[in-house]
């Protein structure tokens, strides 16, 4: 009996598991495809416009009988444009930028996140986040350092758009903490729908202000078209995917196991772009990713010494959104 009932549970965990693999592994690809859009004269903010924009209309059409769920709240703004400013950061720097290296600059999420839930949700900053956050900056410096360049600063626009991105996902995530508390009764595919609708609409704007390349050639269109509603559709139910993946698997795992995304870009950008990391990137990722695990694991270690939470692998994904904030995860869409 015992055997049995390890092997399903087992099984309860292992499909989460790899749908939250799967939304890394997207993760991971998705500056590919970006890049071919650039190649073919769509900028990397009408990129992230075209197909956040897809992805928002495909969640409403998949989901319309939520729509009634959606009310209007300037929290719903702020979230929106968080995600566009992590959209727009991620998209444009890996397609001008070096994929690693702007990837490990978007993931100091450990220092940004201590810092925005102090003062938006007013979480009392520990001395493990303080510690936290300087491990995860040390990497970043360790990476970005060297005697010819002088500061540890970001060398290229491409690598400020990395880091800009990072803290725009950081945000997200408390922003989606907050929504949560603020709005119990909203759906988790309209909190999408706002993400990437944010995102769209932010990205736009920002297109106005960058210089255009020459437009798609009109035997083109029909390619730039495809790739654009694929992608944006793939990214739609990538989100939808990776939450019921979030909703039943500990907080704590499902932060380490995203950090196989930097597996899936590593290998991606040595594959398709020849870009091969070096013995700083080594170094400073691996204090970022060490950070990443850490405060996976203090933050299990602070939740096992709360009260003890009900188990909620058999309920739905939308009610698991009103379940206590020990057992809430955060929630990503990109591009």
């Known amino acids: ?109 450990p220092a940004w996140t201590a810092i925005f839930a102090h003062f938006i949700l007013k979480e009392r900053l520990t001395r493990v986040d303080a510690a936290l956050s300087l491990l995860s900056l040390a990497g970043a410096v360790a990476m970005l350092w060297s005697p010819e360049l002088g500061m540890p600063l970001p060398a290229d626009l491409a690598e400020w758009a990395g880091l800009m991105g990072g803290m725009g996902f950081a945000m997200s995530n408390v922003l989606v903490v907050k929504v949560t508390r603020t709005l119990p009764r909203l759906k988790p595919e309209m909190r999408t729908a706002v993400i990437f609708g944010g995102a769209a609409l932010l990205a736009s704007v920002v297109t106005l202000f960058e210089p255009m390349p020459a437009p798609p ?66 170094a400073g990722g691996g204090c ?17 010494r709360a009260s003890p939470a009900p188990d909620v692998s058999n309920i739905a994904p939308d009610i698991v959104e009103h379940a206590p904030e020990s057992k809430k995860k955060s929630t990503r869409a990109m591009v």
Not at 24 to 52: K, N
Not at 295 to 300: E, F, G, K, L, P
């Open 1 to 109: 009996m015992r055997i049995e009932a390890g092997s399903a549970a087992m099984t309860r965990t292992a499909w989460p598991t790899l749908a939250i693999m799967l939304g890394a592994s997207v993760w991971g690809l998705v500056w590919y495809p970006m890049r071919m859009l650039a190649a073919m004269g769509l900028s990397g903010t009408a990129a992230s416009a075209t197909t956040s924009a897809a992805a928002c209309i495909f969640v409403l059409l998949l989901r319309r009988r939520s729509i009634s769920t959606l009310n209007w709240h300037w929290l719903l703004v702020a979230l929106g444009v968080a995600a566009g400013v992590t959209n727009i950061g991620f998209v444009w720097g890996a397609i001008h930028g070096q994929v690693m290296r702007v990837l490990l600059l978007f993931y100091l999420t």
């Open 217 to 282: 050639a009109a035997a083109l269109l029909p390619t730039v078209t495809f790739i654009v509603i694929g992608l944006g559709v793939v990214l739609a139910a990538n989100n939808i995917i990776v939450q019921i993946g979030l909703a039943r698997v500990p907080a704590n795992r499902a932060s380490i196991i995203m950090l196989f995304e930097l597996v899936v870009t590593a290998l991606s950008s040595w594959l398709f772009a020849g870009e091969v990391p070096g013995a700083r990137e080594w």
């Open 288 to 304: 970022i990713v060490v950070a990443c695990v850490l405060s996976a694991w203090a933050h299990r270690q602070g939740a096992s």
